[in-house]
Each structure stands twice: as C-alpha cells, then as structure tokens.
C-alpha cells in the first residue's frame, strides 16, 4: 500500500504524518474519520495511513516485542500459544502469521484464526467459519465480534486437543 500511497492519496506517507502530526488526534476513529470526511482518502489508505502514524500495525513493531507486551504478566499462557501456533503452521506453508498489539492473527487469504491472551489464566481463541453452529466447546464469539464467528476459552495447554486443532483446520481450510 505505502508504494501506491502518493499516486492514490497526493502524499506519500512522511507527509501524511506530518498533516496528522499538527491535529491531536488519539483515537484510531478519530483519525479515520478526519482522512475519510475531510481528505477525501478511501477506507483502505486511511486505515494503513492510521496505523503507521499510530505505529499500531505490527510492521511498526518487531513481533517479538508485540508478543512480550502481550503476554507480560500473563506468561504461564505462553506453552499454549506456542502449541497453538506449532499447530496453525503445520497445516501450510501459506499461514501468515501477524502479531498485533493485543492478539495474533493467523491469516491465508483471510483471517481464520486469532490467539488473545485475555486474562492472566485464559486465552481465547478466535475461530472465523462460513457457517458453522456455536456448540459444545465452539461458543459465540465473544469479544471478538465480527472478526471472528467462534470463540474457544483455553487456560491450560492440555485443552488444545485434537477436537480444537479439527476445528482450526476447517476454519483453515474454509480461509482458501
């Protein structure tokens, strides 16, 4: 996106940070809602351009220091997201991992799988299916709202079963 930035939007993204530096802005809304109304700039730009001016994207940040900041406090559940991930890989080699600030997004051509530490002794993963039923461990998606469709509480890394690693190949599989 940020090759294509000066021809789409008239600025390339240094002078994009210096018309948003002037404005005190503080919310990620805030900023989309200035580019999109006032600059004319599409959905797509304004977000990318609010992301690397927040520096909230994980291309900003080294992942490894996102996953620290992630899970300082909470490290116990690091054996589980590690299992998760070993596992979400495996299926293939097309599996773009991307750490963010609060989460893990496990994406193909689309997102299929997030990994959030929650609390200290929970992770919830988030599973986005076509359509599937919410039942048995696979609940409403929670906090995750539209980003994913289900929802799996995990607070020890024996939960991560076969029957969870079934269902994150189907979300997987249906992310093609």
Not at 2 to 10: F, H, I, M, R, Y
Not at 109 to 122: D, E, G, I, S, Y
């Amino acid at each position: 996106m940020e090759a294509n930035l000066k021809d789409k939007t008239g600025k390339d993204l240094d002078e994009w940070k210096a018309v948003l530096a002037g404005k005190g802005f503080e919310k990620h809304g805030e900023i989309m809602k200035y580019l999109k109304g006032e600059c004319s700039v599409s959905h797509g730009f304004a977000n990318f351009i609010t992301l690397k001016f927040r520096e909230a994207d994980a291309a900003s940040h080294g992942a490894d220091d996102l996953l620290t900041a992630q899970y300082q406090g909470k490290e116990a559940l690091i054996p589980i997201y590690e299992i998760l991930k070993a596992a979400i890989t495996g299926f293939g080699d097309d599996v773009e991992v991307a750490p963010k600030k609060a989460a893990v997004s496990f994406r193909r051509k689309r997102q299929f799988a997030l990994v959030q530490p929650t609390t200290k002794t929970r992770i919830d993963l988030g599973l986005k299916f076509n359509d599937r039923l919410h039942a048995g461990r696979l609940e409403a998606s929670g906090p995750f709202g539209s980003m994913c469709t289900h929802r799996v509480q995990l607070t020890s890394p024996d939960q991560v079963d076969s029957e969870i690693i079934e269902a994150i190949k189907a979300a997987y599989l249906e992310a093609s």
